[in-house]
């Protein structure tokens, strides 16, 4: 699968949800990350982003979150969800 061709999103700003965008960039990946929790799970945060592009083979994409709390398997899912969408894909 190419990687990603058009911006997508997924997820909500409810409560213990996470709103992500994803979108082509050239030079590598972009992570930007807003979140309640940032200084206590920020780092934990971001290695799971990281994890989930790297399953996908995303390279080159910038990615913007924003979290309100959401545990690690929602934010997994609202990022998978992302970049099957940016990829031209069903989520």
Do not use: F, H
């Not at 309640?36 to 920020?42: E, H, P, S």
């Not at 309100?68 to 398997?73: F, H």
């Amino acid at each position: 699968m190419p990687d990603i061709i058009q911006r997508a999103t997924a997820g909500t700003m409810e409560s213990s949800d996470a709103y992500v965008e994803i979108e082509p960039r050239e030079g590598g990946l972009e992570i930007q990350l807003e979140s309640v929790v940032l200084y206590q799970y920020g780092q934990d945060i971001e290695q799971s982003v990281r994890a989930v592009l790297l399953e996908y083979g995303v390279e080159n994409a910038l990615v913007s979150i924003v979290d309100r709390g959401a545990l690690d398997c929602v934010i997994r899912a609202r990022v998978e969800t992302a970049i099957r969408r940016g990829k031209g894909g069903r989520p």
